[in-house]
């Protein structure tokens, strides 16, 4: 594993609006510029200075010196609805995942007619699941309270015109990130033959920083056609954090004795890691006068995602893995731009979003779902500012663990989010 | 949509089951104390109330499932956690016995099975020795085949034969013929218990048996000295200390049962060195390698006899041995609790270490549910764990000084496991 201190301005950047959560299925994150995002995350085969993130060939064509930032409200909302034998018909829970707002930043800038240099910092993955009640009455707590993974892609690129009608870029994809995962720790109390809270856990990581690299092409073969693809390489990422079990009394001081026993109490050194998935994106986009209309297809290699492993320091007994087998999943793409005069656009989409969670794995900690996305935006230009506006509502299949989780934790999950961009462009 | 699923799902599933459809109107269990919902050493009706056939009957919605129901504190008297630490302590709640309180009824309980009956009792006795329980079970009103039948039922669950095996791990003594039933025999009963339960017309469904050397009975305590305060076994110059048995110093794979408990707590069985009396532990509260290997010999002879007679008639049956197996080898958990077969903690046995508690049972009751739903083509809903994993009902008993599992807890307990027929 690498570890350097990098690029501590931008970095405070992008953890300044962190918290995020996952709007792609699995924990991806495809919210990485407002224009992009009204085409439904459809722009492989489009160029502006997000490019970066979508396809770093893009930015071959951005002319001069560009700015574009902005980030993206998230406001998410899930239940859940419990199936016997547990935690039973009666049960429903509600997610707390609070409004979110991760961060876009890109900058470019034209070398000669040929060559583009750029740096983005992007959120290309992130996840939060947060239970109300955590601390309480919530039934999935000794599974999961709160799960957040933040990963920060900083992205030096280049671009390079072979041709006028085709380009080549690449990036260095320096990725850090951190976990953090709350549960409680639950024993059979003797006294009663049934369940009590013991400890509540909370693990922190420290930020991992490791490199994985991203490479694209961007061909143009008439004035109306285009069509490109882009490839992200996996990084996986090993974390090491601090797990603080803080002991919680059961009432019974016996219990509480033998608990003492068992379980530790303050910090213990703990270990784990995350291969995050290649993404290999394929598109095209075609105009007609003020239209243009894009396609995707996002091949997402979600298999490389089968463990979550936790070592506890000197406590193999506490030391296990949470079992994912994610699978890879696709993401299918379709947008549509019409240009009102010189100024305005206007922009709409959709997407289809596969899971890549195998039915055991929809848990309280990543309860995952198939989902629909409609995109709507729009476009506004003045002289070297650009602002563009998208809004994504994004509804998910329900999600039935059809009575095998892994936790044996069962039931429905239902899902939607509502997700609102700004990126504000600017150009020298 | 979830209900629609649902609803889909059960259409299908009637749909291609049609022929095996069955419509649960009447139900009766035949067993012993694991399905007349013997919990905590005693039969009572706070934990007859969760038997496994009180909760398929509750899930199936059917009234007027009858049981044997015994008055606080049951009978025996249950079993209670006196004192967890230093040292644990299990005892009778109360020196009195309870009482049955369903005599009058005037017909056959639906849960017919009679704690301590093997499958020679099941098909013979009718309780006319007059020897509880059997009496106020069977009340001379035929045996519990007989009984079973003449509810015609359209279901019966039948889990009989542990009693063929059990006897022999909570006696400490394993000898076919006098503490198991011999084989053949176990095989000739059975094929007539299941004859016999055919011809009432109900549906059967079986279970297989466990391998009763797994229970916490025989597994918590270690063949060598433990420290009481840190339950941890005593180190000797790095080595652990083999308690004393009858023939010498035990070997590392004896089983020792709960019955010691009391004996150590008073020096029996350890060394002289380490402040034990030096006096061996009797054979009655030791498994060796051999009397396990009997145990196990002789459950796995009777579970092909299950398999070969219930596959000739058809009958699905339950493998209760393998569900055991998983949870001995701490494979569950529920909503990240873990649920194995430790002693106390593990969440599904009772304070004897042979039956399991209410969480057990209802554990129990969803493995039933699913084989029932499967094989009849039906859908009764799984019984909701939560009330039976979340109950606050803590409490902490004064202190006392005593002795771990108490020689009453013991003799109550091995009173309920009378000998085997040897014939």
């Given at each position: 594993m690498l570890r350097t201190r990098v690029a501590p301005a931008l970095l405070a950047l992008a953890l300044a609006a962190v918290p995020t959560t996952s709007h792609a299925s699995g924990f991806a994150i495809f919210e990485q510029g407002a224009k992009g995002m009204g085409f439904a995350g459809a722009f492989t085969s489009q160029s502006d200075p997000s490019s970066i993130f979508h396809n770093a060939a893009g930015i071959a064509f951005v002319k001069g010196t560009q700015i574009y930032f902005g980030g993206t409200l998230i406001a998410p909302s899930s239940d859940f609805t419990g199936a016997n034998p547990f935690p039973g018909e009666a049960v429903t829970e509600t997610g707390d995942a609070g409004v979110i707002v991760p961060p876009t930043f890109d900058f470019t800038h034209?070398?000669?007619?040929?060559?583009?240099?750029?740096?983005?910092?992007?959120?290309?993955?992130?996840?939060?699941?947060?239970?109300?009640?955590?601390?309480?009455?919530?039934?999935?707590?000794?599974?999961?309270?709160?799960?957040?993974?933040?990963?920060?892609?900083?992205?030096?690129?280049?671009?390079?015109?072979?041709?006028?009608?085709?380009?080549?870029?690449?990036?260095?994809?320096?990725?850090?990130?951190?976990?953090?995962?709350?549960?409680?720790?639950?024993?059979?109390?003797?006294?009663?033959?049934?369940?009590?809270?013991?400890?509540?856990?909370?693990?922190?990581?420290?930020?991992?920083?490791?490199?994985?690299?991203?490479?694209?092409?961007?061909?143009?073969?008439?004035?109306?056609?285009?069509?490109?693809?882009?490839?992200?390489?996996?990084?996986?990422?090993?974390?090491?954090?601090?797990?603080?079990?803080?002991?919680?009394?059961?009432?019974?001081?016996?219990?509480?004795?033998?608990?003492?026993?068992?379980?530790?109490?303050?910090?213990?050194?703990?270990?784990?890691?995350?291969?995050?998935?290649?993404?290999?994106?394929?598109?095209?986009?075609?105009?007609?006068?003020?239209?243009?209309?894009?396609?995707?297809?996002?091949?997402?290699?979600?298999?490389?995602?089968?463990?979550?492993?936790?070592?506890?320091?000197?406590?193999?007994?506490?030391?296990?893995?949470?079992?994912?087998?994610?699978?890879?999943?696709?993401?299918?793409?379709?947008?549509?731009?019409?240009?009102?005069?010189?100024?305005?656009?206007?922009?709409?989409?959709?997407?289809?979003?596969?899971?890549?969670?195998?039915?055991?794995?929809?848990?309280?900690?990543?309860?995952?779902?198939?989902?629909?996305?409609?995109?709507?935006?729009?476009?506004?230009?003045?002289?070297?500012?650009?602002?563009?506006?998208?809004?994504?509502?994004?509804?998910?299949?329900?999600?039935?663990?059809?009575?095998?989780?892994?936790?044996?934790?069962?039931?429905?999950?239902?899902?939607?989010?509502?997700?609102?961009?700004?990126?504000?462009?600017?150009?020298? | 949509m979830h209900i629609r699923n649902l609803t889909v799902a059960a259409v299908l599933a009637a749909a291609l089951s049609a022929e095996a459809q069955v419509t649960l109107t009447a139900y009766a269990s035949v067993g012993d104390s694991l399905t007349a919902g013997f919990s905590s050493g005693a039969l009572?009706?706070?934990?007859?109330?969760?038997?496994?056939?009180?909760?398929?009957?509750?899930?199936?919605?059917?009234?007027?499932?009858?049981?044997?129901?015994?008055?606080?504190?049951?009978?025996?008297?249950?079993?209670?956690?006196?004192?967890?630490?230093?040292?644990?302590?299990?005892?009778?709640?109360?020196?009195?016995?309870?009482?049955?309180?369903?005599?009058?009824?005037?017909?056959?309980?639906?849960?017919?099975?009679?704690?301590?009956?093997?499958?020679?009792?099941?098909?013979?006795?009718?309780?006319?020795?007059?020897?509880?329980?059997?009496?106020?079970?069977?009340?001379?009103?035929?045996?519990?085949?007989?009984?079973?039948?003449?509810?015609?039922?359209?279901?019966?669950?039948?889990?009989?034969?542990?009693?063929?095996?059990?006897?022999?791990?909570?006696?400490?003594r394993a000898i076919e013929g006098v503490t198991l039933t011999p084989r053949t025999t176990f095989r000739q009963y059975y094929t007539a218990v299941v004859e016999d339960l055919s011809r009432s017309g109900a549906r059967i469904v079986a279970a297989n048996l466990p391998d009763v050397t797994t229970i916490p009975f025989v597994t918590t305590i270690p063949p060598v000295v433990v420290n009481p305060t840190t339950r941890q076994p005593v180190l000797v110059n790095g080595q652990t200390v083999p308690l004393i048995g009858p023939t010498g110093l035990l070997a590392s794979n004896t089983l020792v049962t709960l019955g010691a408990s009391s004996l150590l707590a008073q020096g029996i069985g350890i060394p002289k060195e380490l402040g034990g009396t030096g006096a061996p532990l009797p054979d009655q509260v030791l498994l060796d390698a051999n009397e396990v290997a009997i145990i196990r010999d002789v459950t796995a002879a009777d579970n092909n006899a299950i398999r070969d007679i219930c596959a000739a008639k058809n009958i699905p049956v339950l493998d209760a041995n393998a569900i055991l197996a998983d949870f001995a080898a701490g494979n569950r958990s529920v909503g990240g609790i873990d649920l194995d077969s430790s002693f106390l903690t593990g969440g599904i046995f009772s304070y004897d270490g042979v039956h399991p508690g209410d969480l057990g049972y209802a554990v129990l009751a969803n493995e039933w549910i699913k084989l029932i739903n499967s094989s009849l083509g039906i859908n009764l809903a799984e019984v909701d764990l939560n009330p039976f994993l979340f109950r606050s009902s803590a409490s902490t008993r004064g202190p006392r000084t005593g002795f771990e599992f108490t020689r009453e807890a013991w003799e109550q307990l091995l009173a309920t496991f009378p000998p085997v027929d040897g014939r």
């Open positions: 034209q070398l000669s007619d040929r060559l583009v240099l750029g740096l983005g910092v992007h959120v290309p993955y992130g996840l939060r699941t947060r239970w109300k009640n955590r601390e309480t009455t919530y039934t999935g707590r000794f599974i999961s309270k709160r799960a957040e993974v933040q990963a920060i892609s900083i992205n030096p690129s280049v671009a390079w015109k072979l041709a006028d009608r085709f380009a080549i870029g690449g990036g260095l994809d320096i990725r850090r990130s951190k976990v953090e995962l709350d549960r409680n720790v639950g024993v059979i109390n003797p006294f009663t033959l049934s369940a009590v809270d013991v400890a509540a856990v909370e693990l922190v990581s420290d930020h991992a920083t490791d490199f994985g690299f991203n490479l694209g092409f961007l061909a143009r073969p008439s004035d109306r056609f285009s069509v490109g693809a882009s490839y992200r390489h996996k990084v996986k990422q090993e974390f090491s954090g601090t797990a603080d079990f803080n002991r919680l009394s059961t009432g019974n001081s016996q219990l509480d004795a033998l608990v003492a026993l068992t379980i530790p109490a303050g910090p213990v050194g703990v270990a784990t890691e995350i291969e995050f998935p290649s993404l290999l994106s394929v598109g095209a986009s075609y105009q007609w006068d003020e239209w243009t209309v894009a396609g995707q297809v996002d091949f997402h290699n979600w298999s490389s995602f089968d463990t979550l492993p936790l070592e506890f320091e000197g406590r193999p007994d506490l030391s296990g893995e949470v079992q994912e087998d994610y699978e890879n999943s696709r993401i299918y793409r379709i947008g549509l731009e019409r240009k009102l005069g010189e100024r305005w656009a206007l922009r709409g989409g959709y997407y289809y979003d596969e899971t890549p969670s195998p039915v055991e794995s929809v848990s309280p900690l990543l309860p995952d779902a198939d989902r629909h996305g409609i995109a709507l935006g729009f476009g506004f230009q003045s002289g070297r500012w650009s602002v563009d506006v998208a809004n994504w509502y994004l509804i998910f299949k329900d999600r039935s663990t059809e009575g095998v989780n892994r936790d044996n934790y069962n039931g429905l999950y239902h899902s939607r989010a509502e997700l609102f961009a700004v990126t504000v462009g600017y150009g020298f | 009572v009706e706070s934990h007859q109330r969760n038997s496994y056939p009180a909760l398929i009957a509750r899930q199936a919605g059917l009234a007027g499932f009858e049981q044997p129901w015994v008055t606080e504190p049951g009978i025996p008297a249950e079993l209670a956690l006196v004192q967890l630490v230093p040292t644990t302590i299990i005892a009778p709640k109360s020196p009195l016995l309870g009482s049955p309180r369903n005599l009058a009824l005037a017909r056959p309980y639906n849960n017919i099975a009679v704690p301590g009956a093997t499958v020679v009792d099941a098909y013979l006795d009718t309780g006319r020795a007059g020897l509880p329980p059997a009496n106020f079970i069977l009340r001379a009103l035929g045996t519990q085949v007989q009984q079973a039948s003449a509810l015609r039922p359209s279901l019966i669950t039948l889990w009989i034969g542990n009693n063929d095996v059990l006897g022999a791990a909570v006696s400490g």
